[in-house]
């Protein structure tokens, strides 16, 4: 019943996937290789008249982006690492504990996933200042630990709820002590979905925009997406359009590697615990 | 022999006590455990949100410190008579309603494309992943110089000659609505797909065999199957578009009747810096969610035990 006809026109629209989602990104590279100065004439064409890395030498001798660079690495990777052993026990407890407050604590995680961001900027802008931690990265740590918990609370505890924890017992019924049990059996099952929520998680304080402009005021603490929106190009006659494109394509390499190399995961993760099987 | 062999009342409560203390360490270890991360999203959600509404009594602004005074409930009916707050109103309505109904269908053919293709699946899966993990300022940047007269290929494609599509409310919000789709079908397309390959393949194929057309099929047995999840999707993504922010910011900056609500209320607490209006805003945010929220589960009855980590 399934003809090779059948089989070729799926693939066909396979390859329109494949363009819808390239496309943008083909055309960012493009322009990230455009002459500033003159990528305007000729009627703004697709592809560069002359191909140039001056937008890359812009955007890397800029301290707005450079220092943007290393503060949205510091800040989402200590973001994702303390929400991910903090979601680490929460997930433990609600795949394998029975207690009272364990629904409690999944519709406030969900509560908290739905929250209008926006609805807190105000206050926490006031707070923050009062506090002395505006315009710092533990003041950005601080909300993205907190918007990042429930996803990673709810992927991991799918992800654990998958786990053959009988094994643990069989281990130390053939001899394994409580710990090599752990070690050897349950972290070697357990690391794939705490990795994937890692890579899910890293995705969400990459790419946060509101409250890294609203938290942020100075080089001292602005990500790259708060940055990008300040970029004003190598001058102010300069069009800050190209330069921007190149900084886009520098932050967007993370992004592409890791799905790249871990798609399978991704998808795993983003679907695994999304609906009830 | 003396020793003593407890009779069956006392095994029993015996066997009682120690499993009624298994259960209590188990409580009490899953509240440990769960209890930093029940803090943590407390202290940095309820907390504000409780500030914020008290802050919504006062008249309050940070550059006038002195001027503070407690005005009760003036500050909801001045943002409720302004024009500027129906105005965001409709904005972000227009966007969620458009972008989750395209976001549907686009997504439900994406999930059907990858359920049924079979060479070059993890291609299709690896190129649909990169709109969802690109930063949205990224994007957002991407379509908007795209879509300018002076930087992008779309005008001279399309034949506008210098058509400006920042220039008014519909043609902006098209923009900005069509960034969105692109960055967040993916998401919606996966979880379609979670759905879909739980439908019982016997159940189509019990249906061919009855003689159900591919239409009648997909009606009547594909999609009430996945209703579950079609749901779950929807009402994630409406959440998720009706705080929509970065697109609008990044590509107008909410001129020309495009400001939504997220806009509307950076712009009151950041940049006005008028903390009593801008809390009345924050708090009917709030409020809006959750009505969302409830119009979701009570009108259309969506099972949220069925959202990821339910049990």
New interface residues.
């Given amino acids: 019943m399934e003809g090779r006809k059948t089989?070729h026109w799926?693939?066909f629209?396979?390859?329109v996937?494949?363009l819808?989602?390239?496309f943008?990104?083909v055309?960012?590279f493009s322009?990230s290789f455009k002459d500033p100065n003159t990528?305007?004439e000729g009627?703004?064409?697709?592809w560069p008249s002359a191909w140039t890395w001056e937008n890359y030498r812009t955007v890397f001798s800029d301290e707005l982006f450079t220092s943007a660079l290393r503060n949205s690495a510091g800040i989402a990777l200590i973001a994702t690492g303390l929400s991910v052993v903090?979601?680490m026990?929460?997930a433990?407890?609600?795949a394998r504990?029975?207690?009272?407050?364990?629904r409690l604590?999944?519709?406030?995680?969900?509560a908290?996933a739905?929250?209008?961001?926006?609805?807190?900027?105000?206050?926490?802008?006031?707070?923050w200042r009062g506090l002395g931690i505006y315009d710092t990265w533990i003041g950005l740590i601080?909300?993205y630990?907190?918007?990042a918990?429930?996803l990673s609370?709810?992927?991991m505890?799918?992800f654990f709820r998958q786990i053959p924890w009988e094994m643990e017992q069989a281990a130390q019924v053939d001899g394994a002590t409580a710990w090599q049990a752990f070690r050897k059996v349950i972290v070697p099952l357990a690391a794939p979905g705490v990795f994937t929520t890692a890579i899910l998680t890293f995705?969400f304080c990459?790419?946060e925009?509101?409250l890294a402009t609203?938290l942020t005021s100075t080089n001292a603490a602005r990500t790259?997406?708060a940055a990008?929106?300040f970029f004003t190009g190598a001058s102010q006659f300069q069009?800050p359009?190209t330069a921007?494109?190149a900084a886009?394509i520098v932050?967007?390499i993370p992004?592409?590697v890791?799905?790249?190399l871990f798609?399978?995961r991704?998808?795993a993760g983003?679907?695994?615990?999304?609906?009830?099987? | 022999m003396t020793t003593a062999v407890p009779g069956p009342m006392e095994a029993a409560a015996v066997v009682r006590r120690s499993a009624s203390d298994r259960?209590l360490h188990?409580?009490?270890?899953?509240?440990w455990?769960?209890a930093?991360?029940?803090i943590?999203?407390?202290?940095?959600?309820a907390y504000?949100?409780a500030?914020?509404v008290v802050?919504s009594l006062y008249q309050y602004r940070?550059t006038d410190p002195a001027g503070r005074s407690f005005i009760g409930l003036q500050n909801y009916a001045t943002v409720l008579t302004d024009p500027i707050w129906w105005s965001a109103v409709l904005t972000t309505f227009v966007i969620t309603a458009i972008s989750v109904a395209v976001e549907l269908v686009l997504g439900f053919?994406?999930a059907w494309?990858?359920y049924?293709?079979?060479?070059?699946?993890?291609?299709?899966?690896?190129?649909?992943?990169?709109?969802?993990?690109?930063?949205?300022?990224?994007?957002a940047?991407?379509?908007r110089?795209?879509f300018?007269a002076?930087?992008?290929?779309v005008?001279?494609w399309f034949n506008l000659g210098t058509f400006n599509w920042f220039g008014q409310r519909w043609s902006s919000l098209f923009v900005i609505t069509f960034s969105e789709i692109?960055k967040t079908t993916?998401?919606i397309s996966?979880?379609l797909?979670?759905?879909l390959v739980?439908v019982p393949y016997d159940l189509q194929e019990a249906a061919q065999v009855d003689g159900a057309s591919a239409w009648q099929r997909l009606w009547r047995v594909t999609l009430p199957n996945m209703k579950?999840?079609i749901m779950?999707a929807v009402l994630?993504r409406t959440?998720?578009a009706?705080?929509i922010?970065?697109n609008p910011?990044?590509m107008t900056a909410g001129a020309n009747g495009t400001e939504t609500?997220?806009?509307l209320?950076?712009r009151?607490?950041?940049t006005l810096v008028n903390?009593g209006a801008?809390?009345a805003v924050?708090?009917l945010?709030?409020l809006?969610?959750l009505l969302i929220?409830f119009i979701f589960v009570k009108g259309f009855r969506t099972d949220?035990?069925?959202?990821?980590?339910?049990?």
């Fill in positions: 089989s799926w693939t629209w396979g390859v996937i494949l819808w989602a390239a943008p990104l055309w960012m322009t990528f305007r009627g703004s064409a697709f903090v979601a026990f929460a433990y407890a609600i504990l029975e207690f009272r407050g364990k604590m999944l519709s406030m995680a969900l908290i739905m929250f209008p961001v926006a609805a807190l900027v105000g206050p926490l802008f006031n707070m601080i909300p630990l907190t918007f918990l429930p609370i709810w992927t505890s799918a995705f990459w790419n925009f509101l609203s790259v997406p990008l929106s069009s359009v921007i494109m886009s932050v967007t992004v592409v890791l799905v790249l798609q399978r991704i998808v983003l679907t695994a615990g999304a609906v009830k099987g | 259960v188990e409580r009490r270890l899953g509240l455990l769960s930093p991360a029940f943590v999203m407390i202290a940095v959600t504000p949100l500030y914020a802050m940070l053919c994406f494309v990858m049924r293709i079979i060479r070059g699946r993890s291609i299709v899966r690896t190129s649909i992943l990169v709109p969802y993990g690109i930063i949205t300022v990224v994007s940047f991407v379509f110089y795209s300018q002076d930087s992008g290929f005008n001279s692109w993916p998401f996966l979880l797909l979670a759905g739980q579950a999840a779950v994630f959440l998720d009706w705080r922010f970065d910011f990044i609500l997220s806009i209320a950076y009151q607490n950041v903390l801008g809390s924050s708090v945010l709030f809006s969610v929220a949220l035990s069925q959202v990821r980590g339910g049990q």
